[in-house]
Nanobody
């Protein structure tokens, strides 16, 4: 599976963005999908994840209530809707397909396929 994240950009604090994660070569309909981010000079951190059929999601405390992850039925796209963005949300955002259909935890080792990231910059 090849993944590509897109939709990043420059937004003012309080604004919103919708990031997309698209699969190519084959679908990721049987994989849970997670979003991670890495800010300059910081470790990569878990943002949230969604299981294979969209029935369960999980979010980091730092984004809970502001970010929403969804996916399409066809298994080719996953989205991260971010509202109420803060300067601390500035980072490169990555999507990743998990090794299993159900894993939505924060361990990066459980995600086998990673896409190129998309930069989100939130100005104050």
């Amino acid at each position: 599976v090849q993944l590509q994240a897109s939709g990043g950009g420059l937004v003012q604090a309080g604004g919103s963005l919708r990031l997309s994660c698209a699969a190519s070569r084959r679908t990721f309909s049987n994989n849970a999908v997670g979003w991670f981010r890495q800010a300059p000079g910081k470790e990569r951190e878990f943002v949230g994840a969604i299981d294979w059929n969209g029935g369960r999601t999980r979010y980091a405390d730092s984004v809970k209530g502001r970010f929403t992850i969804s996916r399409d039925r066809g298994g080719n796209s996953v989205w991260l809707q971010a509202i109420g963005l803060k300067p601390d949300d500035t980072a490169v955002y990555y999507c990743a397909a998990a090794r299993t259909a159900a894993y939505i935890g924060p361990s990066a080792r459980e995600y086998a396929y990673w896409g190129q990231g998309t930069l989100v910059t939130v100005s104050s």
